[in-house]
Structures are given as C-alpha cells and as structure tokens.
C-alpha cells in the first residue's frame, strides 16, 4: 500500500481440501493482513462444506467474496473440470445465496469462463439467476497458457465476446450491480474482461 498505491487485494485458494474448500487459510490469512493494513480483501474459494463458514471469513476481514463456476452446463462442467464438478451447481446456488446473506448485495461474484463450450444462451441465462440473487458474473474470455492441458485450446472470438457482453451489461444496468461498487474483487480490477465497460 504504501509503495504502490494498492487498493484491495485477491486471495484465492486452489482447493486445498474438499471439507472448507480453503475458507480455514483464507481466514488465517486475511486476519493477519488485516491486523497489519486495513486493505479491502476479496477471498476466492469454492463453496465450502458448511455456510458458516461465510461469517467466519468475513469476521476475519474478508470483504467480498468469489465462488467461481468457471463454466455453467453439467456436461461441459464434467469435461472441462471433472474434480471442480463434483460440487454440483445447486450446492453453488445456495452458496451464493448464504453468502449474499453474510458480504451483501454485489459484494458476491463468480468467474465464467467463456470459450470453453457454454452457448451464449446458456451463459446469459445463468448471469440472469446470478444477478437476481445479487450475485456479480463476471464472464471472462478464455486465453490458452503454453504449458497447460488447453494450450490448444482456442480463445472465443470478440463477436462471441460481445454477443454475451452487450445483453449482460444491459442486465447489470437494470439490476445496479456494479464492478466499481464490490470492496474488492476480480471484476473490480477488471483486467481480465471488457465486461465493466459495457455496464454503463
Ligand atoms: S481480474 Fe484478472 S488480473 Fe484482475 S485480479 Fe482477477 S484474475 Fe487477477
């Protein structure tokens, strides 16, 4: 903070094991930056297996919260992400839910992945179940990285892009969810996606 001007930080977690799913470090950890700083945090980790672990993090001092569900459909769920599936979409539903109750209205959000297989449909459509529960979606293009399973694997073009990007940002306007009012949080920073852009 004091040498770059940092504004909010994003801890994520990978999943260390499938009980809290990493709500136990993402604990630890914001307790000792916060007892430090006082830095608007954003934990990331998928649902864990007990919603109180909600009010734990964010008695810790997490701000905002990211449960991400990377891609939407159940087969493409399976293929793209066999060990991530087997948290099925309703358990994240109601996680969202639960944790909307504890961070707050847009101060919860999740990562699409898009490229990946979803329709734009598909997509849109579960950004408008998220969006009413107050829920950010903050979609994302797919980039390949060298060296990873899907180094092959093509990025969506930016007419796919757009077809998702006007709609949605048309459903964010209507609903007053914006990136630029979370705490802290991936679609805060924004460096991934053009989705802030279309939200005006
Ligand atoms: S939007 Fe991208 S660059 Fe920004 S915090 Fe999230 S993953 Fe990192």
């Not at 459509?125 to 990285?145: A, M, N, Q, S, T």
Request: glycine share 8%; proline share 8%.
């Amino acid at each position: 903070m004091e040498l770059d001007g940092v504004k909010q930080m994003i801890m994520t977690t990978g999943t260390p094991n499938v009980t809290d799913r990493g709500a136990a470090i993402l604990c630890e950890s914001a307790k000792a930056v916060k007892a430090v700083v006082n830095l608007p945090i954003q934990g990331q980790c998928e649902p864990p297996d007990d919603d109180i672990w909600f009010e734990r993090m964010k008695e810790a001092g997490i701000d905002s919260l990211g449960m991400h569900l990377e891609v939407v459909t159940p087969e493409i769920r399976a293929r793209m992400m066999p060990s991530k599936a087997e948290v099925p979409l309703e358990r994240y539903m109601k996680a969202f839910d639960a944790a909307v109750s504890v961070f707050g209205h847009g101060e919860v959000s999740t990562y699409i992945l898009a490229g990946l297989g979803d329709t734009v449909d598909e997509i849109l459509f579960i950004c408008d179940v998220l969006i009413h529960k107050g829920v950010y979606p903050f979609v994302v293009p797919f980039v390949p990285i060298i060296g990873t399973p899907l180094e092959n694997h093509p990025s969506p073009t930016p007419q796919f892009m757009q077809s998702i990007f006007e709609p949605l940002g048309a459903m964010l306007k209507k609903a007053g969810l914006r990136s630029s009012d979370a705490k802290a949080g991936c679609a805060k920073c924004g460096a991934c996606s053009a989705l802030p852009s279309y939200e005006v």
